[in-house]
C-alpha cells in the first residue's frame, strides 16, 4: 500500500502518478541503455566500413601498381595483349584486319613505333586553318579574353569549366558532348584520314576514339609543381594516341607540353625505380624534375613550342610528360584528340552520321554506352600514382 511519511495513505491519484512516473523512469532507463547499444553497434558498422573502404583502396592501389609496372615488362605487354584478345576476340580480329585494309590505302606521316611521337608542323594537315578558328570561336564563347589572361578560377557561366579541387587551378577541360554535335568539324578532324590514319598505323587496329576536347591551361598559384605538371605516364591501355595542337601560339611562358620519348622514358622509369629502391622510397607514379636529372634524361626532353597549328602526336602510355606549367599573365589553349586501343569512358559521339562508313563507325560505335554521363577525364584525375 503507498503511504506517505505520515503513514496515512496517499491518494489514488498521487498514487496513479507514483506509477506512471516509476514506469517511465524504467523506459528512460531501457531507452538509454537501448540508444547505447544502437550507438555501439552503428559505431561498429562505421569502423568496419573505413576498414573494407581502406582494404579496397590498398587493393585497387596494388591493382594499379601492377598494371603500371608490368607495362614495362616483356612479358607483361604480351599478357595485356592477350587478355584483351580474350575479352573480345571477334571484335579486336576485325579491328585488326580492318585496320589493314584501310591504311593500305592512305598516304600519311607516321609515328616512330620505337620513340612514340611525332612533331606535327603548323601546315601538317591542310584543313588545320578551319579546325583552329572553330576552336578559337568556341574557346571565347565560353572564356572572356581577359579572365584567360588573368587566370581567372571561377566557372564560367555555361557550367562547362568545373572547377575541380587543385586540377581546377590549372587545367580546364572546355568541351560538352553537346559542343561537338554543334560543332562537327572537330569530331570530323579527329577521324580524318590525316589524323585517324596515322594513330591506326601506329596502334595496328581501328582505335577507339575516346575523346575530343579542348584543354585549357592557366597559371597556378604558388611555384609547387603538382598532379599532372609532373612526369608521368597514363593508365589507358598498353598504348594509345594523343594529339595536343597548339590553338594559339605556345613558348616556353604558355606551359607547353612536354614529353620525353619512349624509348628513353623506359630507361628513365628503369633507372629511377631503382635509385627510388636504393634510397628506400616507395614508388610513385609522378617523377620529378630532380630524378629525371639524376638520370640523366634532362636532354631528351621535347618541349613542343610553336604556332597556332602546330603540335605532337604522342603515345602518352609509353612516353612520359607533363603540361601546364604556365607563367603569370599567359594562358595554353590545345585541340586535344585521344585514340585508345582499349574501351574507355568519354565523348559520346554522332554515331548514325557515320553508320555508312565502316571504319569510322568502328572507332565511335562504342560511345553509344557514354550518352547521358558525364565526360570521363583520365588525364586530368590523376593518372597512375
Sequence with gaps: ??????????????????????????????????????????????????????????????????????????????????????????????????????????????????????????????????????????????????????????????????????????????????DLQNHPALVDFALSDAAMGMATSYLGTIPYLNRVDLLYSVPRPGDEKVSSQLFHVDPEGLTQVKFFINVFDVDEAEGPFTFIPADETARVIREVGALRRKLGKQHAGRYLDDEIAAVGATDAIVRVKGPQGSGVAVDTSRCLHLGSRVAPGTFRLCLYVQYCTTRERGNAFDVERFRNDPVRHLAIRHSLASRGKGVSAPHQMGGMS
Excluded at 587493393?59 to 607483361?76: A, L
Design 1 to 178: 500500500m503507498s503511504v506517505d511519511s505520515s503513514g496515512a495513505r496517499r491518494p489514488l491519484a498521487v498514487r496513479a502518478g507514483l506509477v506512471v512516473m516509476n514506469g517511465s523512469m524504467k523506459v528512460v532507463r531501457h531507452g538509454t541503455r537501448i540508444r547505447s547499444y544502437v550507438r555501439r553497434f552503428v559505431r561498429f558498422v562505421l569502423q568496419g566500413l573505413r576498414v573494407v573502404r581502406h582494404a579496397l583502396l590498398r587493393v585497387r592501389q596494388s591493382w594499379k601498381g601492377f598494371r603500371y609496372r608490368s607495362r614495362w615488362t616483356r612479358w607483361g605487354g604480351a599478357a595485356w595483349r592477350t587478355a584483351a584478345f580474350v575479352k573480345a576476340p571477334r571484335e579486336t580480329r576485325e579491328r585488326r584486319l580492318l585496320a589493314e585494309a584501310y591504311t593500305s590505302k592512305l598516304t600519311f606521316a607516321e609515328l616512330s613505333k620505337d620513340r612514340g611521337f611525332r612533331l606535327l608542323p603548323p601546315d601538317h594537315f591542310g584543313d588545320m586553318a578551319g579546325v583552329i578558328a572553330t576552336c578559337r570561336r568556341l574557346f571565347e564563347s565560353k572564356v572572356a579574353r581577359r579572365d584567360a589572361v588573368a587566370g581567372s578560377r571561377g566557372d564560367a557561366p555555361d557550367g562547362h569549366l568545373r572547377v575541380r579541387e587543385t586540377k581546377g587551378e590549372y587545367l580546364r577541360n572546355l568541351l560538352s558532348n553537346d
